[in-house]
């Protein structure tokens, strides 16, 4: 999990531009290009009829589990939480108490496992905007470098690297990696930063993702929607 202290240590690159795929999109891509061999027809027809059965499941499930996630939402099983004094706003699992922790601004946990939290830091800096820092994917590689700096880690990697704009008309950086630790185990952290008023803010959301006990598909959607709800309130 990162923090402000070590964002603000890293220096500002040559602003880049954002070129981010996963793993998944890699597979795709490999795979369409066997498709497109015309020195095997078997191949070919074999290839695109799996690939249109891959594309409807991806298209059903994914509207399945958007649906899911609305449905969540609008179930009571995320409600919205507002800072007025620190300015930003996310969604939270309703479940899930706030806590008192020396550090963050506001910290929710599950209350079976406490380990599984969401957490946001506000700190003062002297930029104006995270373009003014670096890009995206700059940030995501000083990131998990730090993270393989420390002792306790056992292998950190990035997942997805993005970024939105906010409701304030600035960028939104958004990242997930995944982290194998001797404290606790192998997790997934979903992160969001943003600067506003000079001020910057961190959120992370952690939770357990063993093989034993891999992250669920509906938890995966319900810890999305809460790192996209993540921003800071309109200027008044």
Known sequence: MWSSSSFLAFSSPPKLSLLSSSSYHQ????????????????GISFSKRHLNLSIITLLFNGGFLLDKAKSMAESG????????KDGFTLLVPSSWPKVEK??????????EKR????????????????????TPQFVADKLINA????????????????????QGQGQVYEFEYKIDSTRGGIKRVFSAAFVS??????LNVVHSDSPENPLASSTRVLLEQVLHSFDALPLT
Do not use: M, W
């Open 27 to 42: 597979k795709v891509q490999t795979f369409l290009c066997f498709t497109q061999n015309h020195s095997s027809t078997v």
């Open 77 to 84: 099983d995320l409600q919205r939480y507002t800072d007025s």
């Open 102 to 111: 020396a550090g963050a601004n506001v910290l929710f946990e599950e209350p």
């Open 115 to 134: 380990s599984n939290n969401i957490g946001v830091v506000v700190s003062p800096v002297r930029i104006k905007s995270l373009e003014d820092f670096g």
């Open 147 to 166: 993270e393989k700096r420390k002792e306790s880690t056992k292998e950190a990697e990035v997942v997805s690297v993005g970024e939105r704009l906010g």
């Open 197 to 202: 008023s000079k001020k910057l803010y961190i």
